[in-house]
């Protein structure tokens, strides 16, 4: 999966002492019936560092890494009771566009 960088991209955040404080997967989203978008499948802040601007970088990130291959929207799912995330999210400008349910199919 990391050895797919036209598909996928991953960014971490490290202090000086190379502990990772925070990362994001994110990967290139592609319908016939939208424009590409970057789809975050994941955003982790270790909690101990939570609100001194990592998360906000690592989005950064991903946006100027979707401005260089032509990608100008960036989506994400989260989950419904994660209230703190969710402000976090429109902090940076995202906007709730729909309310949904999962469904999974497992086979064996």
Do not use: C
């Not at 991209?9 to 590409?36: C, F, R, T, W």
């Not at 101990?48 to 979707?66: D, N, P, R, T, Y």
């Not at 100008?72 to 566009?97: C, K, M, P, W």
Request: hydrophobic share 40%; no cysteine.
């Amino acid at each position: 999966m990391l050895e797919d960088q036209r598909h996928h991209l991953l960014a971490v955040a490290e202090n000086p002492q190379h502990k990772v404080l925070g990362y994001l997967h994110a990967e290139v989203y592609q319908e016939i019936y939208v424009d590409s978008a970057l789809n975050i499948l994941a955003l982790a802040v270790n909690q101990s560092v939570q609100g001194q601007g990592i998360g906000s970088a690592l989005i950064k990130w991903l946006e100027e890494a979707g401005k260089s291959r032509n990608i100008h929207t960036i989506r994400l799912n989260s989950g419904a009771n994660r209230q703190d995330a969710h402000a976090f999210y429109r902090h940076l400008g995202f906007e709730e566009v729909k309310t949904q349910k999962k469904f999974v199919l497992v086979s064996d």
